[in-house]
């Protein structure tokens, strides 16, 4: 089969052939149609992964066919038993375990579920990863309820944006930063109520006195803007994060953080169950992710290109 | 009545007569035996509160009698109706509302519990805001099960030392930090498992060699030695954060706080159901605050300095 292998680290990725997936008990082996890719893959060919190997097939998200069924892929393997984390054996899919970016996968059974009718290949294989980071961190962790006012840092990448898309459909009044006026106004016409450039001197004050204070905080970010947040939050806040590309939070005071009693809550992939109850609430709300581009899985080295340059909105999906 | 007044910032509390309290409907008037310092109190002559009125009687923690019976004060007014966080209204005793630093104090008849029969006047003074505070952040906050490991910070504040008690008495491995080695070597025999000198290099990493990793740690001190706390965590673990006496944080990584899916939870003092469940629990298992010296009442201005040299163990306590 074709397939997407990273042979060294700072290197294309090769598109060759390889070997067929034999799957062992307890395993299947599922047709894909659409593979997504995410920042993870990106970080793993910079070599910022530990436990690294070559070759290996690129790719957390996929979707497919197993058996003339439409189905979905849990992104990871081996959670372990204790839904509060994840045990020494998880690994997400696509290193050191082979990917979605072949034409073929094989992964326990239990990973496989059947995708939501309303989705295409493209739109579903947009959704596992992000999804269920976006569903373990608003849900799980921060415990999400109808009517609260919700931030999301950085709209744009896919957690992001499917968070924005989870919270509002839960009835949260949901608003975005991002340093692009045309991201915050996509944002706002897919359902968040308004935005802030955090590039601009005084954003965090004037975004306060709009809406009163935030009740969930979702970031990815961390650095040195992480210090404004509990400021912006109300009594009872939580802060969702589940990553920190900006490096090491500095000047970060514990004073609101204790005398408004708010939790800043680390957040990473999800359960079978957290995937389940995502897929289950997706349908239900008919909630399609937002796709920035589509390549070709032979193209798969320009869509590490366009995510390299991190202005996609949305997620970069390779048809298969 | 005889009280400890303070007229002004910066100025010695002054033992004066005032009026004899007169209560308003639903409110108590409670003969004062014993009452205790707080780090609060000496913040507020140093003017670190916002919201200060004179002249305004002292203190917080008080035990005493009302119509015969033994009673320990709830240390606060008015937490509010959500018990995830304090309202607006909330004060804690002893500014601006009149405190315990009193032969007698009103307050309302929800605030008078009665005073668990193995504890003395002295004792019994010593544990409300304490207890509280740490009951809150151990058992609402970081939810402390039986078997797991807590390391507690800056050993020798009341709050610290009675965290250290309740979780040892709740079936807990605790450990603690501190510039002291004779502090330490006094937790120890109080129940602690071991700990570490923090100004020694390397501290934290040879406290995880010894200990496998934390599930709970309680800190009051925030500022750069915080940075160090996700490392010393096991995976699920909970930083409880009562205070912010060293300052801002700065060099806090979040990658180790997402990864392991670790929660930071800030906490303030608590509801009276949690009090309620304090004393239930220190009656229970016949914890005995520990009291680092007595003063009478005349010498209030010299237990505030004691507390000012920091270098107590325990509470500094009033007799009245």
Chains 1, 2 share one sequence.
Request: charged share 20%; glycine share 12%; hydrophobic share 45%.
């Amino acid at each position: 089969m074709k397939a997407l292998v990273l042979n060294a680290l700072h290197q294309p990725l090769d598109f060759t052939e390889v070997a067929d997936p034999s799957p062992r008990p307890g395993e299947v082996v599922v047709a894909l149609r659409a593979a997504a890719l995410n920042r993870r893959d990106l970080f793993i060919t910079q070599g910022l992964y530990s436990g690294i190997r070559f070759p290996c097939i690129f790719g957390s998200d996929g979707a497919g066919v197993y058996r003339g069924r439409r189905v979905v892929l849990y992104p990871a393997l081996e959670w372990g038993d204790n839904p509060d984390f994840q045990g020494k054996n998880f690994r997400v899919l696509g290193m050191p375990d082979d990917g979605t970016l072949a034409e073929r996968i094989r992964l326990p059974r239990a990973n496989i579920f059947p995708m939501p009718g309303h989705l295409n290949w493209e739109q579903a294989a947009a959704l596992p990863l992000a999804g269920l980071t976006a569903w373990r961190t608003l849900f799980s962790r921060c415990r999400l309820k109808k009517g609260e006012k919700v931030l999301i840092t950085g709209i744009g990448g896919g957690v992001a944006l499917t968070a924005l898309q989870l919270a509002a459909a839960a009835g949260a009044d949901v608003f975005v930063t991002s340093s692009s006026a045309e991201k915050i106004e996509k944002a706002v016409e897919m359902g968040a109520k308004g935005g802030a450039n955090y590039r601009e001197e005084g954003w965090d004050k004037r975004l306060k006195a709009e809406t009163g204070g935030f009740d969930i905080i979702v970031d990815s970010a961390a650095g040195d803007g992480f210090a404004l947040f509990p400021a912006l939050c109300n009594p009872g806040a939580r802060i969702g994060i589940y990553g920190g590309t900006l490096g090491k939070v500095n000047g970060l005071s514990m004073q609101p953080v204790f005398w408004k009693q708010i939790s800043i809550l680390g957040s990473t992939m999800g359960t079978l169950r957290e995937f389940r109850a995502m897929l289950h609430f997706v349908a239900r709300h008919e909630i399609v992710p937002i796709m920035d581009s589509v390549f070709s899985l032979s193209e798969g080295n320009a869509a590490l290109k366009k995510m390299e340059e991190g202005s996609q909105f949305g997620k970069i999906v390779l048809r298969i």
